[in-house]
């Protein structure tokens, strides 16, 4: 397993706080958080699916509560982060992996649909750090927020993720900024195309995904596992001098640019 490559229990006695946490990358930094220890929280919007990576997590011997809600109404959010302080004694790590994306042209892209991206994808993030500073304020701590390569790679259908990804790239370094002081890092992880996840099943559906693989560089898609060690990487004290800082997990595909978007469109 990917975790082999780090000793063990990495993340004893602290306690974590994943958004998206129910499925794709979110579950996986999850589990990875738990098999190293950590008192891991479970936030997300469906309650069902909180439960199913709870339970992979417990019967793994690890740690996990779950509270469902949407990260981007404030005050139930805020509740599901104190709620899992108080459960967990206090916060130690934020990692905000919800997020939501379709394939749209801009032309066509209703002003709700741009609008329901970046509240999920930005404001969501800004939300879980704003209830979270409480927390991590007191006794320092680390946030690792999940943007993507298009924040700086222009991408077709894209537009409305690109806008968000990049203002999370933005706030990641404000943040980063501001909070120093405080004993609080604040990195980004910007992964490619990851297998076994809902956004590459709407992003490169079918045929059209071993086309897009056979234009990464590296010749594959990322697994869920690489995307959690790479955030175990920076939440660990192998990471510890990073703040501000947005890692990419790509693959290489944005040493490429947009030319393998624009294949699957037939530009």
């Known amino acids: 397993m990917t975790s082999n490559v780090f000793a063990p229990n990495l993340l004893a006695g602290k306690s974590v706080l994943v958004t998206g946490g129910g499925s794709g990358i979110g579950a996986g930094i999850a589990r990875l958080f738990a098999e190293h220890g ?21 019967s793994a011997g690890g740690s996990a509560s779950t509270h469902a809600c949407d990260v981007r109404e404030f005050p139930a959010l805020e509740k599901a982060v104190n709620d899992a302080a108080a459960t967990n004694g206090g916060l130690d790590v934020l990692v905000n992996s919800a997020a939501g994306n379709f394939l749209a042209p801009a032309a066509a892209l209703s002003a709700n649909g741009f ?9 969501g993030t800004f939300n879980a750090c704003r209830a979270a500073f409480a927390h991590l304020s ?21 537009c409305h993720a690109g806008a ?7 706030l990641t370094r404000d943040l980063a900024l501001e909070w120093g002081k405080l004993g609080i890092r604040v990195t980004a992880i910007a992964p490619g195309p990851v297998e076994g996840t809902e956004g590459m099943s709407r992003l490169a559906p079918g045929t059209a ?21 790479a955030t175990l990487f920076l939440v660990s004290p192998a990471g510890g001098y990073i703040t501000g800082a947005t890692l990419l997990v790509d693959g290489g595909t944005s040493l490429v640019g947009a030319g393998p978007f624009l294949d699957l469109m037939g530009g």
């Open 38 to 58: 950590a008192k891991v929280a479970l936030v997300g919007r469906t309650l069902e699916k909180l439960e199913a990576t709870a339970a992979t997590i417990r």
């Open 115 to 123: 609008r329901t991206v970046i509240d999920i994808d930005l404001c």
């Open 138 to 158: 007191t006794r320092g701590g680390s946030i690792v927020n999940i943007t993507a390569t298009q924040a700086d790679v222009p991408t077709p259908l894209q």
């Open 164 to 170: 968000a990804k990049a203002g999370i790239a933005k």
């Open 209 to 229: 995904s071993e086309k897009l693989k056979s234009r990464v560089p590296l010749g594959r898609y990322a697994t869920i596992e690489e995307i959690a060690a």
